[in-house]
């Protein structure tokens, strides 16, 4: 009798060359970092001996001003002394008194200065052995450094010669992998992978570990059958299921928790609509409460830029925008209104990603209530407006 088996499904050979492609692409951006990060980290050892050499540059300076103020002092005792020699010579000369006491006079204050010089020759002479210590340490520290330093920066630059290599092997396996894949395929691997840091994401126990949003279970399902490719309603991302990583038990229906419902009197209301434009299908759509009036953003889904200028309307949005609204799901969000004007041209990631899980619970919401009460077709699995 044979037995019964469960086969697994295998992976699709174009998600594992994705899978690659992410490998080589993170592997890529942490070398190029660290190639590009290494000239600084050897400039900076570098800058480790300016401190050394400009205590040693001062000490040397200060021995040789000291040796200066030395010469000096000697140059001025030998001119009091030639002063001493003419002075006594003269006082053998003078014919009075007066004369002669001027002249000791003259050869004291000769004699004071020259003590006084003396004095300052034995301080610099004294200071002399503690600036050739200071200088001696300098010197044995900066060999110190220079050497530990040296052994650095061929340690550093033996790293960047590893790098380098590893980033042409990586190189090579990123070009083959994108040449096995589809090009439309690609670009959107790219494209997601521009804004969200990367193009795939593995599914696990009825998530994608992307942006941490549960999936429906039949995209779930068709994540681990592993027929066709699969993008995440969240952010995108090309999904893949390993069977390794899976929980032994099928998960039970997705059990969310409960959304809250946007008030109706807030000072701003944000939406998604589908078929806003041919450029850009899908929008999150911001109405911001500015006296007079009201300003109205749109922003593309997919990658968060905005779309047009910001319109502005007096009176009611719901009025005013009212074309807007048609088929619009009614979104939980609020930020400030200076942050709003900061984003200038492109939604951040965390706003969008805050919009997209709403927006999921909306639809979880609107596809239970159908279920409840099968009294209402679904409509692309989107709820009314609220």
Same mark, same amino acid.
């Given at each position: ?25 993170a592997e890529i951006r942490r ?68 004369? =002669? ?16 010089? /003396? ?46 290599? /590893? ?59 592993? %027929? ?42 944000w939406y998604y609509r589908a078929? =806003?434009?041919?450029? %850009? ?7 911001? %409460? ?57 939604? @951040? ?16 919401? %609107? ?15 989107? @709820?009314?407006?609220?």
């Amino acid at each position: 009798m044979l037995e019964s088996c469960e086969c697994i499904p295998t992976m699709l050979p174009e998600v594992e060359h994705l899978i690659e492609l992410q490998k080589a692409d993170a592997e890529i951006r942490r070398l190029k970092e660290e190639i590009a990060a290494l000239p600084k980290r050897v400039a900076v050892i570098e800058e480790r001996l300016t401190g050394t050499k400009a205590a040693l540059e001062k000490a040397k300076a200060a021995i040789k001003a000291d040796e200066a103020a030395r010469r000096k002092h000697e140059i001025a005792i030998v001119d009091l002394q030639q002063k001493i020699s003419k002075y006594r010579d003269q006082s053998l000369e003078v014919k009075t008194n007066d004369q =002669y006491k001027a002249l000791l006079h003259e050869i004291q204050f000769a004699e004071r200065d020259i003590r006084a010089q /003396e004095d300052k020759i034995l301080e610099l002479m004294l200071d002399a052995d503690s600036r050739e210590k200071d200088v001696k340490a300098a010197e044995a520290e900066l060999k110190a450094e220079t050497a530990e330093i040296e052994k650095e920066k061929a340690a550093a630059r033996e790293r960047t010669a590893i790098d380098e290599k /590893e980033l042409s092997e990586w190189n090579a396996n990123r070009d083959k992998d994108r040449g096995a894949l589809d090009p439309d395929l690609l670009q959107h691997y790219d494209r997601v992978a521009k804004y969200r840091g990367s193009g795939i994401a593995e599914v696990r126990e009825q998530k994608c570990m992307g942006c941490s949003v549960m999936l429906r279970p039949q995209t779930y399902n068709e994540v681990r059958s592993a %027929s066709k490719i699969v993008f995440c309603d969240s952010c995108q991302r090309i999904l893949y299921s390993s069977p390794a990583n899976e929980s032994a038990a099928e998960p039970e229906s997705v059990v969310r928790r409960r959304r809250p419902h946007p008030k109706a009197d807030s000072t701003q209301a944000w939406y998604y609509r589908a078929g =806003y434009g041919e450029d %850009s299908p899908e929008v999150f759509l911001a109405f911001v %409460s500015v006296a007079p009036g009201w300003n109205r953003h749109a922003y593309d889904i997919h990658n968060g830029r905005q779309l047009g200028e910001v319109q502005s309307a007096e009176g009611d949005y719901r009025a005013a925008f009212s074309a807007d609204l048609e088929g619009a799901v009614r979104l939980n969000g609020h930020w400030e209104v200076a942050e709003i004007e900061s984003w200038g041209a492109e939604m @951040p990631l965390v706003v969008m990603d805050a919009l997209q899980r709403d927006l999921d619970l909306a639809r979880a919401e %609107s596809a239970a209530a159908h279920a409840h009460t099968h009294d209402e077709p679904a409509v692309s699995g989107h @709820p009314a407006v609220g």
